[in-house]
């Protein structure tokens, strides 16, 4: 399985900021998905991170909002951009690829929003 | 469109006993399913998986599933359950169209409490 690695681990911003989030594969892979996830609840999908083209977005989710780089096959990042207090979450990186059927997810980014 | 439930938002149970944590699900043409485990502050971790073959899968830490076709469930087992194995746990199909290929809809999770 892949070892996926995210950064930060957990951060405060304030209102208002935008936060980066980096995620990057110890091996490539064909797709990389980005969700979201309230404590203690389920998954939402925020989208597919396309290599070499712009990311496919869920329905409620835009690129302004939440731009997203895939510049090659092991690393993607999430910007969280002019971020509110609704936005604090765990944001969660996940990979598969063409050799296996499960996703395999990253240790997530734990963020609050002030 | 694909779908899982989870009719279960926590399961109790003792150590030592059997547990069963519940899925069913609701798929367009065969269905590919996946139990993960999230352990507090940690990102999800894959358990187990059926594509085809056997009903009984058996998956990481002496989990189990069993498919049921007919009942469209797939329930995650346990025959002893450990403390260590409180957690929470998704179901998640994925989605085989052409459309959406290889998205996961997960199940709304169930809190496994094991007490000693």
């Known amino acids: 399985s892949a070892v996926i690695s995210q950064k930060p681990s957990r951060d405060i911003c304030q209102r208002g900021t935008s936060l980066t989030i980096q995620c990057q594969v110890d091996?490539?892979?064909?797709?990389m998905f980005w969700y979201r996830q309230q404590p203690g609840q389920s998954l939402t999908l925020i989208a597919t991170?396309?290599?070499?083209?712009?990311?496919?977005?869920e329905s409620g989710f835009v690129i302004d909002k939440f731009p997203i780089s895939r510049p090659n096959l092991t690393f993607s990042t999430l910007t969280v951009s002019n971020m509110s207090p609704e936005d604090s979450s765990i944001y969660l990186c996940?990979?598969?690829?063409?050799?296996?059927?499960?996703?395999?997810f990253g240790p997530g980014t734990r963020l609050t929003v002030l | 469109a694909q779908s899982v439930a989870q009719p279960e938002d926590q399961v109790n149970v003792a150590e030592g006993n059997p547990l069963t944590v519940k899925c069913t699900y609701s798929?367009?043409?065969?269905?590919?399913l996946f139990w993960y485990v999230q352990y507090p502050n940690r990102g999800l971790q894959f358990l187990l998986k059926?594509?085809?073959?056997?009903?009984l899968v058996k998956g990481s830490y002496g989990f189990e599933a069993e498919f049921n076709k007919s009942q469209t469930s797939f329930h995650l087992k346990k025959p002893s359950a450990l403390v260590s194995d409180s957690a929470l746990y998704f179901c998640?199909?994925?989605?085989?169209?052409?459309?959406?290929?290889?998205?996961?809809?997960f199940g709304s999770g169930t809190k496994l409490n094991v007490k000693p």
């Open positions: 996940s990979v598969s690829d063409k050799f296996n059927n499960e996703q395999f």
């Open positions: 998640a199909v994925r989605d085989m169209s052409l459309d959406n290929f290889n998205k996961f809809y």
């Open positions: 991170a396309n290599q070499g083209s712009e990311a496919t977005y």
């Open positions: 798929v367009s043409g065969n269905p590919y």
């Open positions: 059926y594509i085809t073959g056997d009903n």
């Open positions: 091996s490539q892979v064909t797709m």
